[in-house]
């Protein structure tokens, strides 16, 4: 990178004037900083996360008014009366003052800020002015007109006069958000009172109603904040001279500064030479002090990460994701002059201030050295690693959390460590976040010199029973997002470090202590339900329920009770023929039970897999053995879905018309040769098909000599064979019987073809049960296949009550009695 010197010229880093003048504390000063150009144009963090604030209103308006359509007209009707109401000389007024001042004060304080030669900042206002019009007219003209009936339709209220965007705010909003108000009182109380006179006029003219207003305010709020974003704003953040002359205001007097290489995430940092003679102790050497500037801009920096986690994970004590600068100034002064109270080594923190009004410093004393991830292996001693845990130790004796305890925060000079970076520490913290720290330190540690240095060197100094407490936290979940990257090269570490530490401490074994609120799949699952719902609850609204419930033949209802009762047998029967070892049937039957309970707690695949895999360890059986006999299962049970899944498509599409909709078309030919080509594509890419060839040899290693064993007794070949084919069998009757019920009636094959289908979503689905899933699947096609939309969403709901929810109970209590028996 090109450095630069501001202010001045210098020809060494290490020269100093021959005479320096004499200057007053606080006095402004031309010290030479050497550091790269600042960008003239930033895009901050905070626009996008505006940007992404307005959009979520926006859909959450669109969303209320989709499902409470009722009461958005009750409230405009409401409105409506009030106006008219209102004396008609105040609302002439209105209209009058509005329609001019709502264009009038924009344009005037543009023209301000074009004197005060701030016309760059006009120019992107503008730009999002002219977006938010075309984008209006886009939406009114043409997109309403072609889509009618779509989302935005229900924005527009009584007989369409009126307009689901507001043409002539939407451009005002997004200039005003555009150009920037902050600190201008005036300005802003002229401009939105303008803005919520012309929101008055349009609900009394009736060509605009509340929800387009709202809808209005938010698509104006978001192009503003995008087209900010996008172009970028005038770099607000003070440059290396302004930094050291706030330092000068602290008594210091800096004669050179450089920049320090930071990542882009981290707050700048500049190496500074000071005079002597200040009356503080300060370190020798080209550099005294080591300057911390925290950008105001910067403060949103990863705020979605941190909101992420913050939510995900469970906190001993309340975080906030989003700081302000002066909170962060604050936090960090506080935690080093906690560590440093209690005798940690770190660099002592010598003064704060505020740098303008966008940013702050703190200065350092300057320590020289390189941190733990740039050290190289042969320096790294077990003398060191003794010292980094006594540092630890100290922190932990004084209650403080530091939270990011990666190799970057460790600095060493002359084989001491210091302790940096402790800008999100925590003071008085809880037995979680010290234990979480603990492990935190053990990964990064194990990372660069092994579980075994890493673990024998901190026991002399914490002690084996504090080492053991952090065994049930060695969790990926638990670390830093660096640190997590950097085990994926090293899969099996923090397992390796579980044993160290079991092998100095056998009883401290424990299970791992649950640190999630709620795992990624679980929103997947709830992202599923919604849209199950919103596919279900408009059929169900049409659907009469009372006449269908009196009109049902219930018997038919039993006849699918009984068929779902078989299922269970026949996975019993299933799992018996791919075991050579002998199984009891009914026991096997209460664990195919017992997993209609656990899958409402993950995907319907995975329940299955882990529960019989457990029973069988259970059993007797070694756990290789177990997991490939469990593997040949579910393989034979693939193998033969998708050949009755070929084979009765093609019987259907080629015997009735009845099904037509659903016989292979050209549009679904085209979308698997696709699906075909972007997959061998991407198994040409080296990285994607090892990660295929992994997941397929751990999934069915050790299935093909399982396979031989069965091949080797017919009997078990039968077994496995008949359960697999009866278990599809079952399901059929079930969802045929469902149908029937209601007074449907399809071809068998149809009703074989739809549960194929079906079930081959649900098992693909990430959701408990396949929860979502499968009833759309199976709502979709059974009315493709020709029943009414009433029919086929009751005998959906039947077939899922039968199959899903009813064996909750039995299951519940089976696997109950199995744990008991410690059968699983």
Known sequence: MTQGVTHGTRKGASEAPSEAPERRPGAAVAVPVDEPAQPERIRRPGDALRFVAAVAGLAAVLLLVSIAQGTATGLQSDIKGSTERAPRFLLTMATLISSFGVLAVPVAFAIERLFRKDGVR????????????????????????????????????GDSKTAPVHTDITPVIAFVTAVGMAGRARWQAAVWTMIGLAALTGLTASYASVAALAATYFLGRAIGHGTLYAVGTPNPRPSGTAVMNALAKLGYRPVHARRVPTPADEPRAYDVAVEQGTGRRLPHGDWQLRVVVLDRDQQTAGLFYRVWRLVRLRAATPRRALRSLRRSLEQEA????????????????????????????????????????????????????????????????????????????????????????????????????LRLDLAQLLTTLALRVGPERAVATASPVIGDGTLAGVVPMLQRVALTRATRAALRHD????????????????????????????????????????????????QLSSVNLGQ???????WWAAVGLAASAVTFV????????????????????LVQLAASFVKLVAPAAVAGVALNTRYLQRSGVRPGPAVASV????????????????LFGFVTGSTTNATKDLAPSRTIVIILLALAVTAGIALTIPKVRRFVAARLKSMFSGVVPRLMDVLQSPRKLITGMGGIVLLSAAFVVCLDSSIRAFGGALPLTTVIVVFLTAN??????????????????????????GLSAETATSAVLLYRLLTLWLPVLPGWAAFAYLQRKEAI
Do not use: C, N
């Open 122 to 157: 006009v120019a992107i206002a503008l730009l999002a002015a002219v977006i938010a019009f075309v984008l209006t007219i886009v939406l009114d003209d043409w997109v309403v007109p072609v889509a009618p009936g779509g989302v935005l339709d229900s924005l527009i209220w």
């Open 334 to 433: 506080l935690m080093a002059y906690a560590v440093h109270s209690a005798d940690a080594r770190t660099p002592r923190l010598l003064g704060t201030s505020e740098v303008g009004t966008e940013a702050a410093l703190l200065a350092y004393e300057h320590v020289s050295g390189p941190t733990l991830d740039r050290l190289a292996d042969d320096e790294i001693t077990d003398e060191l690693l003794v010292d980094i845990w006594r540092q630890f130790q100290r922190l932990q004796a004084g209650r403080l959390a530091h939270r990011r305890l990666e190799g970057e925060a460790i600095q060493v000079t002359e084989g001491r460590a210091h302790l940096i970076h402790l800008r999100v520490g925590e003071i008085a913290a809880g037995d979680l976040a």
């Open 491 to 538: 899969k099996d570490l923090l397992t390796r470090i579980r044993d160290q530490i079991l092998r100095l401490k056998p009883e401290g074994e424990a299970p791992p202590i649950r640190l999630e609120r709620f795992r990624p799949r679980t929103i997947v699952s709830i992202v599923a339900l919604t849209l199950a719902a919103y596919i279900i609850v408009p």
């Open 548 to 554: 269908l419930l009196s009109s049902a033949e219930w």
């Open 570 to 589: 026949a996975a019993a029967w299933m799992l018996i023929g791919f075991v050579p070892e002998r199984l009891p049937l009914w026991r096997t039957v």
């Open 631 to 646: 593997g040949a299962s579910q393989l034979m049970g693939l193998a033969t879905h998708i050949l009755l899944l070929i």
């Open 760 to 785: 081959a979503v649900g098992s693909a689905a990430p959701t408990p049960g396949g929860l979502g899933a499968v009833e759309g699947a199976l709502t979709l096609a059974l009315t493709l296949a």
